[in-house]
């Protein structure tokens, strides 16, 4: 069928563009960018909302293997498709740790039969993500493996991480770190300063994300890997990243939309589900965030989507589990910074579509003739309240729930193929 949407304002992250126009989808694909309706296509009017590519979210937490009550691949590909995300890139965190060709092949199986989204996996770095014994990483490239990374499993033995880096360099393997020094965050459940001692929470200096960026740096210039820092959240941490980039490292970094768009304050009387790893900073940090996301010094936009079920978030904050689900609730977070006038909608899809997709070597997260017709419309000015028993993912830990939110997805396709609308 072809697919011709007219009236729509283009949001083109590769030219940082807005502008009103029509778009043809024909045989999965984008064939035409304001030109004529092809003969017999199908008509939709776009009632001027916003068109966009969708977002390619880096780094989501899927329950299967070993936590499907948490988040399936069928619950994760509806809430990823309500929320506009139409590539999700699975993380290895499961249990047991995607670290076998044999456990890569299940989990790329079961996401194909069930999520209506597309859906790519990393694989760990080290063997059940203990960072003692590197993995398989051809063979795990050649089972479809798009990165690695043991996620917030920082791997302390440097020369178990080194080596590992020079073999990804030689396969061309991308690599994920998570900046933090694992000796000076363990057991922290809040930023320091005074927040954490007002209210008794054992906190971490925004140093420890320093360190841990400053180590993984000396590495990556001594390796040549190319490689991907999945949260900068701290201002200290920006001048280091500067000057590798600077001094051509093949580095990425990328931010959660938490750390953009909540700070440490949001936690109030100790409210579990804004507990998040890393934990939620100061409002100069998270300002220092928005600002390089505006400048690319930050590359990447992801949700971080990490389920929770009840009893891991109802005890002291302390004890509770990090983390929350976001794929719902991205894209309306993200219009906050839009609507502060703080960054763009091109500027937005840039982090979060395009440049994701280009770290990856994806043809996704392109308005682009010959690129996959992977599009989100959206109406960026809609209100509502957030009601995190109506979201599609089976937990509902959202710091989000009760909030006053803009932004609201109309319709979502994969492929030319709507997999979400008014309808569905």
């Known amino acids: 069928m072809t697919l011709h949407l007219i009236n729509a304002r283009l949001i083109d992250p590769e030219n940082l563009t807005d ?10 694909q984008i064939a035409a960018l304001n030109g004529p309706a092809p003969k017999g296509a199908t008509i939709l009017d776009c009632q001027g909302h916003c068109l966009a590519p969708g977002i390619v979210d880096l780094g989501v937490k899927v329950g299967e293997p070993g936590e499907r009550h948490k988040e399936s691949f069928r619950s994760a590909g509806l809430a990823a498709a309500a929320g506009g995300v139409t590539t999700l890139i699975a993380r290895p965190d499961t249990l047991p740790a995607i670290d076998t060709p044999e456990g890569l092949e299940f989990v790329t199986r079961r996401a194909a039969e069930a999520s209506p989204v597309r859906i790519r996996h990393m694989a760990a770095l080290t063997k059940g993500r203990a960072g003692r014994e590197m993995v398989e990483v051809g063979f795990l490239l050649d089972a479809g493996a798009i990165a690695f990374t043991d996620c917030d499993h920082v791997v302390t033995d440097t020369k178990v991480l080194s080596r590992a880096m020079v073999y990804a360099k030689s396969l061309g393997a991308l690599i994920m770190g998570h900046p933090q020094d694992p000796g000076l965050s363990s057991g922290a459940a809040a930023t320091s300063g005074k927040f954490a001692s007002l209210r008794g929470l054992p906190g971490v200096s925004p140093m420890a994300e320093r360190m841990g960026l400053d ?6 210039e001594m390796t040549g890997v190319r ?13 280091p990243l500067e000057r590798a980039k600077k001094n051509g ?6 931010t959660s939309i938490h750390h953009l768009t909540l700070n440490e304050f949001d936690v109030g009387d100790y409210r579990t589900f804004f507990k998040v790893k890393p934990p939620l900073r100061s409002e100069t940090d998270r300002l220092a965030m928005v600002e390089a996301v505006g400048l690319g010094l930050i590359d990447i936009i992801s949700s971080m989507h990490t389920p929770q079920d009840e009893e891991s978030k109802r005890l002291p904050y302390e004890e509770a589990a990090s ?10 977070a993200a219009m906050r910074l839009y609507h502060a006038g703080q960054l763009t909608l091109p500027q937005l899809f840039r982090a979060m579509a395009l440049n994701p997709a280009k770290r990856l070597g994806l043809p996704q997260g392109r308005l682009a003739i010959g690129s ?10 809609a209100p509502f309240v957030l009601d995190r028993f109506k979201l599609k993912s089976k ?5 989000f ?4 939110m803009e932004g609201r997805v109309l319709r979502t396709f994969v492929g030319g193929v709507q997999v979400f609308g008014a309808e569905g």
């Not at 490689?227 to 001048?239: C, E, G, N, S, V």
């Not at 996959?372 to 000015?381: S, T």
């Open 372 to 381: 996959p017709a992977d599009l989100v419309l959206f109406d960026p000015d």
């Open 215 to 220: 180590r993984d740096l000396s590495l990556i």
């Open 249 to 254: 490292f093949d580095v990425t970094a990328g």
């Open 19 to 28: 502008s009103e126009g029509s778009l043809t989808i024909e045989n999965g």
């Open 227 to 239: 490689y991907h820092f999945d949260q900068i959240t701290t201002a200290r941490a920006l001048p």
């Open 395 to 399: 937990s509902k830990n959202t710091p």
């Open 401 to 404: 729930d009760g909030h006053r």
């Open 323 to 332: 983390g929350a689900v976001a794929l719902e609730t991205f894209l309306p």
